[in-house]
Nanobody
C-alpha cells in the first residue's frame, strides 16, 4: 500500500500562486505514474497533470501554461506549481500514484476568490 499525503493548499485571490506537494511513503522512482486530480463541488473528479517515472508529463487543457508538475527526488515528493489561478480552479486537489493499482491521498483544498 502506497500512502500519499498532500500539503500546500489554501486560499488565494485570482492571479495568485500556490504550490502543492505530495509526499509518498515509498520511493517515487518505483511508481509508474503519479498525478494530480481535482474535484469541485457537484462535479466529477478530473485529471489535472500526470508525470511518469520516465519524466513524461501530460496536462489538462485548462491548466496548460499555468501549472507545472515536477518530482523532487531528494524530498521524495511530487509537486504542482499553480500560477495565474482562477476561481474555476477552486477544488479539492488529490494526489494519485499507480503501482499495482491506484493509490490516493486525502486531498487538499484550494480556494481562489475573485
Amino acid at each position: 500500500q502506497v500512502q500519499l499525503v498532500e500539503s500546500g493548499g489554501g486560499s488565494v485571490q485570482t492571479g495568485g500562486s500556490l504550490r502543492l506537494s505530495c509526499a509518498a511513503s515509498t520511493s517515487i522512482d518505483s511508481l509508474n505514474f503519479m498525478g494530480w486530480y481535482r474535484q469541485a463541488p457537484g462535479k466529477q473528479r478530473e485529471m489535472v497533470a500526470l508525470i511518469s517515472n520516465m519524466g513524461s508529463r501530460n496536462y489538462a487543457e485548462f491548466v496548460k501554461g499555468r501549472f507545472t508538475v515536477s518530482v523532487d527526488d531528494v524530498k521524495n515528493t511530487m509537486d504542482l506549481q499553480m500560477n495565474r489561478l482562477k476561481p474555476d480552479d477552486t477544488a479539492v486537489y488529490y494526489c494519485n500514484a499507480f503501482l499495482r493499482g491506484n493509490h490516493w491521498g486525502q486531498g487538499t483544498q484550494v480556494t481562489v476568490s475573485s
